[in-house]
């Protein structure tokens, strides 16, 4: 980019090498690499337009998430209940990663709920691979879209028999030996969760569908 002409003197870097990036780790109340560099681009922007150093880190510090982005929802049975709209591989490792460096000795679950059928087979290896950084992982059945499913062709439809829920549930088994349940049922797992959980564990109610409606009955 840089060697193009039309963007001469118009791109701006900045690196998670800056030294800068500590100072942002000592404030930022949202967990994460992926929150830090967000929080360096801003800063490096504020830093762009003469902001003073001061506000700028006053303004990140007092930054405290959005709506269904590791949002705390409240307490079960000791449990930090927390809601995620990860959906995609990329996204859950990152978060779990996050949830991971926020608390270090903690027991973390991750219940997700695939977003679409047709997704989950598409990037069924990649999901396979994303829950690494979670002790407990907890497979729904996708939360189907009205009006995209039923466009899959028959091949896609042969293909989702196979690649299932249950089938992502064993393959994440696979990886992380045990601690890995698939529950088809949304009541069951309410019942499951209360349960299961105990004090000091966080959960993590992950998925871009309506995953975030049990998080309620939870709390």
């Known amino acids: ?17 800056n030294k800068a990036v500590e100072k942002i780790k000592n404030i930022l109340q949202t967990p994460g690499a992926h929150n830090v560099s967000n929080a360096l681009a801003a800063s490096k922007v504020g830093d762009i337009l003469n ?18 982005r590791f949002e705390f929802r409240g307490v079960l049975s000791g449990a930090k209940i927390f809601d995620d709209y990860a959906h995609h591989p990329t996204e859950i490792k990152s978060t779990l ?24 087979i598409n990037l069924f290896n990649d999901f396979s691979v994303a829950f690494d950084a979670a002790n407990e992982v907890v497979i729904l059945e996708p939360y189907e879209v009205i009006g995209r499913e ?32 698939y ?21 993590i109610m992950m998925g871009a569908g309506d995953i975030w409606k049990i998080t309620k009955e939870l709390i």
């Open 183 to 203: 529950i088809a049922y949304k009541t069951e797992l309410i019942d499951f969760l209360k349960r299961y959980t105990s004090w000091g564990d966080v959960v």
């Open 1 to 17: 980019l840089a060697k193009l002409k039309r963007f001469e003197n118009k791109i701006k870097w900045f690196s998670l090498r």
């Open 97 to 120: 990663l996050a949830a991971r460096s926020r608390f270090p000795n903690s027991r973390i679950w991750c219940v997700f709920q695939p977003h679409q059928r047709e997704r989950l």
């Open 150 to 181: 039923e466009s899959r062709s028959s091949s896609k439809k042969i293909a989702a028999s196979e690649l299932s829920s249950f089938m992502l549930a064993q393959k994440v088994d696979s990886r992380l030996k045990n601690n890995v349940y």
């Open 51 to 68: 902001i003073p150093q001061e506000n700028i880190l006053k303004s990140i510090s007092g930054y405290g998430g959005i709506w269904r």
